[in-house]
């Protein structure tokens, strides 16, 4: 009776050790070298293998890491301790790179553009704009059909009761679905933190504009001159706006005589001199390009609220960073 | 030595594991998008199946038949298989990575691959000797092989045809093994 236990035990167990024998064996002939960095990366990953990141899990995406392929702030649940750890282990300091956003350059609504034919058929941009470019007089304008809405895998981008699309700033990721899919190329990938935007596409010149549109840029050039930063860039009858140098003075925005520029000046933020770090040098003063600020050496220096465009010129030249904007 | 040959034609073509006996479906749909990863899976299946057969024979033959424990037949193969499978992982991880990361969780699976268990099985069934037992092992394994590449050829090729939107994916990879299988029906009278 024992024996009819004894001996199946042994026969297996002894196969099951000899294989495991043999396996261990072979693993250490088999053996890969790995990069020592990518298990010290998934040591400092949450561990949660959620694929926020877009890769399967905590161990790709370590391997993505090092391989140089996902940046070291991939992770979204670990935040910004994590992308401190994993920069350490990588040797690269955080990047404090910008959050993109995408947003619509157009603003050709039901009211503001003409309307070249009635469309009727598939409610699908790319379909629209194939027949004589879109129903729009303006061949570039957003036909506000929801292509992007439907392909928008976040919900961020809607078309809005005047026929234009509109990106949720809040919800946009960024990810670029929505610019790659659109027909007219209306769609563009801007920093997060600059409020002004030139809503118009049409690279048409002034007069065509006009006919087709209220609020399109008929490339007058008056914000390229306004702009005191070089930051308005002017190509193919179209202004553009150089985000590196834009500083959000929002200028063009008030002198765009076709309201093509949009700022929400609601925004628009105010130098403000704390006059206990202040040493009244008047670097300030010299460097504002609007002269909103007064005062002379050893004098209290003010800023005129009302002239004040809040570009931050100030600010970064302050020795003493006695200038803050609010 | 005609007997083997026969051996090595029936397990190859008219009892082909796959399209005949409907044996390893799992990896001849999941790895078979590519021609390349499918040879891949085909090579790893083919050393398993021809290693497991001879070892499971010996097992059989010097283990169980004597301790008379034959019952434990199931639980010894796999024992065999799983560690089989463990060394071509280490191999395949070893020697490609890329096939590896291409065949990724279908190679582990070879273990619970039961066209693997199942040539072991029937070459005890069918009573074959060592030499008969290794050519039958070789045979299935070049077999599973053939279907799983002609049918990764066929589906490479139905990436670039304009199939049905209903039809896309695997219900027409499903068809595709459907009317494969009717094909290999063909082979029945060979022997």
Not at chain 1, 184 to 196: A, C
Not at chain 2, 73 to 100: D, G, N, R
Request: charged residues 15%; contains cysteine.
């Amino acid at each position: 009776m024992i024996e009819q236990i004894l001996w199946p035990v042994i026969s297996l167990g002894g196969m099951g050790l000899l294989f495991g024998g043999g396996l261990a064996y072979a693993s250490k002939i088999f053996a890969i070298e790995t990069d020592p960095r990518v298990s010290k990366v998934r040591d400092v990953l949450p561990g949660a293998n959620c694929g926020g990141c877009g890769y399967p899990g905590c161990d790709a995406f370590a391997a993505a890491v090092v391989a140089g392929e996902a940046p070291i702030d991939g992770c979204p649940v670990g935040g910004a301790d994590t992308t401190a750890n994993v920069g350490t282990i990588m040797g690269i300091e955080p990047s404090t790179s910008e959050k993109m956003v995408a947003r619509v350059i157009c603003n050709g609504t039901n009211t503001n553009a003409k309307e070249k034919y009635k469309y009727y058929g598939i409610t699908d941009c790319r379909a629209a704009s194939m027949i004589a470019g879109g129903s729009k007089e303006c061949q570039y304008g957003c036909l506000g059909l929801g292509t992007c809405e439907n392909l928008c895998p976040f919900d961020a981008i809607h078309v809005n009761e005047n026929g234009v699309a509109e990106v949720d700033e809040e919800k946009c990721t960024a990810c670029g679905i929505c610019v790659d899919a659109c027909p007219k190329l209306v769609i563009d990938l801007v920093p997060v933190s600059k409020e002004v935007r030139v809503l118009c596409n049409s690279k048409d010149k002034g007069k065509e504009v006009k006919n087709s549109c209220v609020v399109g840029c008929i490339g007058c050039k008056i914000c390229v001159k306004a702009c005191p930063f070089d930051a308005m860039e002017f190509k193919d009858n179209l202004a553009y706006i150089n985000y590196d140098k834009c500083t959000n003075c929002m200028i063009c925005a008030e002198k765009c005589p076709t309201n093509a520029i949009y700022a929400n000046f609601a925004n628009r933020k105010k130098a403000f001199i704390n006059q206990d770090n202040c040493i009244k040098c008047t670097i300030c003063k010299k460097n504002c390009p609007v002269e909103a600020i007064e005062g002379e050496v050893k004098q209290a220096h003010i800023v005129l609220e009302d002239k004040c465009v809040g570009c931050g010129v100030c600010e970064e030249k302050c020795p003493k960073d006695a200038i803050t904007l609010k | 030595m005609t007997g083997l040959l026969i051996i090595l034609v029936s397990s190859i073509l008219v009892n082909n594991f796959v399209l005949a006996r409907f044996l390893g479906i799992c990896p001849f749909l999941g790895v078979s998008k590519q021609v390349e990863t499918a040879t891949g899976m085909g090579m790893a299946v083919t050393f398993v199946m021809a290693i497991a057969s001879a070892i499971t024979y010996i097992v059989q033959e010097l283990i169980l038949v004597p301790l008379e424990i034959e019952y434990m037949q199931t639980i010894a193969f796999i024992l065999v298989i799983a560690a089989l499978v463990q060394l071509v992982e280490m191999i395949i991880q070893k020697v490609s990575p890329t096939l590896y990361q291409a065949l990724g969780v279908y190679l582990p699976l070879i273990t619970t691959n039961c066209a693997v268990l199942g040539v072991a099985i029937l070459n005890i069934e069918s009573g074959y000797n060592l030499l008969e037992t290794i050519f039958n092992g070789v045979g299935a394994a070049l077999g599973f092989t053939l279907a799983i590449v002609l049918f990764a050829g066929i589906r490479e090729r139905l990436e670039l045809s304009s199939v049905p939107d209903v039809l896309k994916g695997f219900p027409v990879a499903l068809i595709t093994a459907g009317l494969m299988s009717i094909a290999f029906l063909g082979f029945q009278g060979l022997l």
